[in-house]
C-alpha cells in the first residue's frame, strides 16, 4: 500500500513538473494530456486519474510555481525599507521572472480565461494571494505616508498587478527588452523624487506614527 502510494505521488509531482514545462514550451494552445504525459513519460489516461482533466493540472502546476515564488519573494522584499528600495528589488523580480518563466505560465492561463469562465474563476482565486503580498508589502513601506492617503496600498496593489501582467506580456514584443528594462529604470528615479510623500505622518496630537 505504501509503494503505491509512493507511486502516486511521484506520478503526480511528474505531471505536475510536466505541465509546466510544456505550459512554457508550448503555451496553453499547444498543451494536452498527451504531450505533458509524453513529457512526464506516463499514459495519457493518468492525467484524468489523478486531476480529472488538463486545466486542473495547469492549475496545480500553477500553484507550485506561486507558492515556491512567494516564499522566495517573500524574503526578498522583507529588507526593503524605502520605496528606492522596493523599486530594486521589483525590478530583480520582474527579471527572474521572465529568466524563469513564471510570468509566462500566469499568463497563458489568463489568456485562456478569456474564453473560459470556469478557470476565470479559479484565476481570481489565485490572484488575490498576490493583491495581498504587494498590499502587505506597501503598507509596510510607506503606510501611514502622505503617498499612502493619495494612494492607497490596496489601490496601488491592484495597479501593481495589472502592471506587472501587462509589461510581461509586452515583453514578448520588446525581443531586447529595452523598453520594459526602461519602465523600471524610469521607476528607480521617480522613487527618491517621492520620498517626502513616502515620510510618515505624525499623528493627532503631535505623537510620531
Known sequence: MVGKQQS????RDRLIRAAGESLLAEGYAGTSAR???RAAGVNSALVFYHFGGVDPLLLAALDR???QRMTTYREAVASARNLEELVEVATQIYRTDIAEGHITMFSELVGA???RPELREEIVKRSEPWIDFVETTLDRVIGGSALAKLLPPRDLAYAAITFYLGVNL???LDADRSRTEALFSLAARVAPRARLLTLRLP???GRDA
Open 170 to 172: 509586452f515583453t514578448h
Open 8 to 11: 502516486g505521488a511521484e506520478t
Open 113 to 115: 480565461s478569456i474564453a
Open 203 to 205: 499623528r493627532r496630537g
Open 65 to 67: 510555481a506561486s507558492e
Open 35 to 37: 504531450t505533458i504525459a
